[in-house]
T-cell receptor, first 111, second 111 residues
């Protein structure tokens, strides 16, 4: 069966520091991969999605970037965090036209 | 206007009640439909897919009306543990494959 791993679960970082969140999927090949952010009490905002290695689409202009160095690995990064980057970050995977399956999420607090 | 719209609620119902949520989508090219459940500070989890003929899973019934472009979720005999946010989700493949999340409907079930 397919599983998705996301880490760390929580993170507290100072403003201006770098960020790297990692997500890996097991049990499937060539998945669609996604990074979402959810602010407190708000809906899900799609940040990036990828349909293959090295293929990244950005949904909104922002302080973040994403990379997919391997088929089942998706990384979210920032060179310098802003206070507004705080939120709940969720990685997800899917096959075309199938429902998304989410990782457990990373709660990021930028101080 | 958002592509997927839900009443944000909250819906406050007593245990044992029947509650219904509706969701409308604006893109007639939408192909597949789902309901997710999200508990506070947790990742969204797939509750059920929604099929054209309607489908039932225990106390939960989902229906799709393509002509009117709405999806519904009915919960019978509500339990305290049903308290959560319910997200309506739509997949479409126009201009690239996309998954669109509604902002969610908050449900509180009280003893």
């Amino acid at each position: 069966s397919q599983t998705i791993h996301q880490w760390p679960a929580t993170l507290v970082q100072p403003v201006g520091s770098p960020l790297s969140l990692e997500c890996t999927v097991e049990g499937t090949s060539n998945p669609n991969l996604y990074w979402y952010r959810q602010a407190a009490g708000r809906g899900l905002q799609l940040l990036f999605y990828s349909v293959g290695i090295g293929q990244i689409s950005s949904e909104v202009p922002q302080n973040l970037s994403a990379s997919r160095p391997q088929d089942r690995q998706f990384i979210l990064s920032s060179k310098k965090l802003l206070l507004s980057d705080s939120g709940f970050y969720l990685c997800a995977w899917s096959s075309d036209n199938s429902p998304l399956h989410f990782g457990n999420g990373t709660r990021l607090t930028v101080t | 206007r958002k592509e997927v719209e839900q009443d944000p609620g909250p819906f406050n119902v007593p245990e044992g009640a029947t509650v219904a949520f509706n969701c409308t989508y604006s893109n007639s090219a939408s192909q597949s439909f789902f309901w997710y459940r999200q508990d506070c500070r947790k990742e969204p989890k797939l509750l059920m897919s929604v099929y054209s003929s309607g489908n039932e899973d225990g106390r939960f019934t989902a229906q799709l009306n393509r002509a009117s472009q709405y999806i519904s979720l009915l919960i019978r005999d509500s339990k305290l543990s049903d308290s959560a946010t319910y997200l309506c989700v739509v997949n479409r493949n126009t201009g690239g494959f996309k998954t669109i999340f509604g902002a969610g409907t908050r449900l509180f079930v009280k003893a």
